[in-house]
């Protein structure tokens, strides 16, 4: 299983980034897909989520700022970012969880960097 995110970049306060995660090798039906974050320093913390049923999660953070979607049949998730503040700096791990012949496994992408700054 290979999860390769893409999208991160520097913008300016304000600005716009679209993350991307593409699930690869998937041989089990996925639960959640989403996005952490972790800033320098700092613990990586759920960003936000979305189920296979669409239900989604939002940190209080990124509420009204950061939509999620999710492609099932391509295995991708999208996460739409606006009004992007400089505490939103931080590495994005995409991830995908499930349960592997009863056990719970989760697979994360490599991270991709974002970077809010003037």
């Known amino acids: 299983v290979q999860l390769q995110a893409s999208g991160g970049g520097l913008v300016q306060p304000g600005g716009s980034l679209r993350l991307s995660c593409v699930a690869s090798g998937i041989d089990f039906s996925i639960n959640y897909m989403g996005w952490y974050r972790q800033a320098p320093g700092k613990q990586r913390d759920l960003v936000v989520r979305?189920?296979?049923?669409?239900?989604?999660y939002y940190a209080d953070s990124v509420k009204g700022r950061f939509t999620i979607s999710r492609n099932n049949a391509k295995n991708t998730v999208d996460l739409q970012m606006v009004s992007l503040k400089p505490e939103d700096t931080a590495v994005y791990y995409c991830?995908?969880?499930?349960?592997?012949?009863?056990?719970?496994?989760?697979?994360w992408g490599q991270g991709t960097l974002v970077t809010v700054s003037s």
């Open positions: 979305i189920s296979s049923g669409g239900s989604t």
């Open positions: 991830y995908a969880d499930g349960y592997v012949g009863g056990a719970y496994r989760i697979y």
